[in-house]
Nanobody, 121 residues
Framework: QVQFVESGGGLVQPGGSLRLSCVASGFTFSSYWMSWYRQAPGKERELVAGISKTGATTNYADSVKGRFTISRDNAKKSVYLQMNSLKPEDTAVYYC??????????????WGQGTQVTVSS
């Protein structure tokens, strides 16, 4: 059974930091590209950051480049998102996302239930 335990969300003031964690189980974590997505009220879900199976490759949405850092620990089956210099527009539910890729195709896809991040003074 696939499970994700997401944690680290909460309320933070603008300019503050949070570190999201996602511990996965029920699939071969090291074979999956891991990402963080977010969805703000009234908006579509968007990709925040992604990291390859080994961690050698990462990508980021333009809106978070230089502020957020994604990382993973395959031994702990975990992916992290360090968020610095947070802005009110970063307020959203953040989701852990796992994709088994073959070339440009996605062979399998799992995602977590999300953790709320609220940036407000």
């Amino acid at each position: 059974q696939v499970q994700f335990v997401e944690s680290g969300g909460g309320l933070v003031q603008p300019g503050g930091s949070l570190r999201l964690s996602c511990v996965a189980s029920g699939f071969t974590f090291s074979s999956y590209w891991m990402s963080w997505y977010r969805q703000a009220p009234g908006k579509e879900r968007e990709l925040v950051a992604g990291i390859s199976k080994t961690g050698a490759t990462t990508n980021y949405a333009d809106s978070v480049k230089g502020r957020f850092t994604i990382s993973r620990d395959n031994a702990k089956k975990s992916v992290y998102l360090q968020m610095n210099s947070l802005k009110p527009e970063d307020t959203a539910v953040y989701y852990c996302d796992a994709r088994l890729r073959s070339g440009s195709a996605t062979l399998n896809h799992y995602w977590g239930q999300g953790t709320q991040v609220t940036v407000s003074s």
